[in-house]
């Protein structure tokens, strides 16, 4: 199952979230995946990405610096899931991550291995003029594409086997703010 919506948020809101990573976050090479043990060492690909909400167990959560613009994103996540009929969801993550050209994603789950649960991926550039300058999002699972439109959700099963593409003209913004739950809180 995948779905997509170019209505769901304002487009006056994905500016201001787009503008917000763009002016407030300071960013970081922390987002890889396939990386060594214990140190991170030799990723397969790397990203920059910021963490806003991330459920360690059901007593412990990680947030962002800005507590503010969490709540922001923990609000939108109660909006997404009730736009999408998913009033069940428990909310385990909030990123974003940020690319440039040539930083492709590569392929993976948000379910951590879980086996279960429901991401949101909203579509989002601070730059004019970035339509059909690539950007999709790739939907492996399904074998499906989602171009690429500023303010765009999309809503996909965590298990699905998916990436983000980079724009392919250089120095334009591609961030993907990813909002993840379960359907189940078991640890």
């Known amino acids: 199952m995948m779905e997509y919506s170019d209505t769901i948020i304002d487009k006056k809101f994905a500016f201001e979230l787009a503008n917000y990573y763009k ?8 987002n890889s995946a ?5 140190y991170n060492d030799n990723p397969s690909y790397i990203l920059f990405g910021t963490k806003h909400f991330l459920r360690k167990n059901i007593d412990v959560i990680e947030y962002g610096p800005d507590m503010n613009w969490n709540i922001t994103l923990i609000d939108l996540w109660n909006h997404l899931k009730t736009s ?4 069940h969801l428990f ?11 040539g930083m492709d994603g590569k392929l993976h789950r948000d379910d951590y291995g879980k086996g279960e649960g429901t991401s949101f991926i909203i579509m989002l550039s601070p730059n004019n003029d970035v339509e059909n300058i690539g950007g999709e999002f790739y939907n492996d699972t ?15 099963d965590s298990t699905d086997l998916h990436l983000g593409k980079a724009f392919n003209v250089p120095h334009k913004m591609r961030i993907s703010l990813r909002l993840s739950g379960f359907d189940t809180l078991i640890w």
Do not use: C, E
Not at 23 to 30: E, F, G, P
Not at 34 to 38: F, I
Not at 91 to 101: P, R, V
Not at 142 to 156: E, Q, S, T, W
């Open 23 to 30: 002016q407030k976050v300071l960013w970081s090479a922390n």
């Open 34 to 38: 396939s990386a060594s043990y214990p």
């Open 84 to 87: 999408f009929g998913k009033h």
């Open 91 to 101: 909310l385990h993550t909030i990123y974003a991550n940020l690319q440039f050209k």
């Open 142 to 156: 399904l074998k499906k594409n989602v171009d690429f439109k500023h303010g765009r959700v999309v809503m996909l």
